[in-house]
């Protein structure tokens, strides 16, 4: 095992602790993460193993199991993992660069129907595709398991299929 890069002492491993990984004001806790202790001066070091992984895998697990309208932190972590500026999210969702900044800095709610098109927009973008033999419901079951909070749109509910778009055959996922 390594040297502490501060005082030179020996580290030990410390294992199965959890590790409260600092990242934009969200609280994420890693499990399995080997953790070093100096035995001199007690400083610790964490290495995190593919962190391009992890902020997907965070981001997912904001979009598929975060129950609540998403909070100024989740937007902004979500915007920059699409890699989008303020602007470019305000355009993704045909909203004004003010009214993003509202929900970013908390002074507004994003509201029901911007909270399920961000997830979708980052759902499209990373979640993994479902097996050829089933029926690609993922997205779908995320977005009809969040809490009901709108009231039944009223109307008529008008169905355009374009035929070239649903004669053409099914790829192979999704
Ligand atoms: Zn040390």
Known sequence: MG????????????????????????????????????????????????????????????????????LPEEIVFLRKELSLNASGLARVLGVTPSTLSRWENGKKTIGEGNDRMLRMSYLSCFDEPCSKDKKCDKILSILSNLPQKRKAIKGKNIISINPQEWLVPTPVCC
């Open 3 to 70: 040297k502490c890069v501060i005082c030179g002492g020996e580290l030990t491993v410390v294992k199965d602790k959890p590790y409260d990984y600092p990242i934009g004001g969200l609280q994420v806790t890693l499990l399995g993460i080997p953790q070093h202790t100096c035995n001199v001066c007690g400083e610790e070091f964490t290495t995190i193993p593919n962190p391009e992984a992890l902020h997907k895998m965070i981001g997912l697990d904001i979009c598929k199991n975060k129950k609540g309208l998403l």
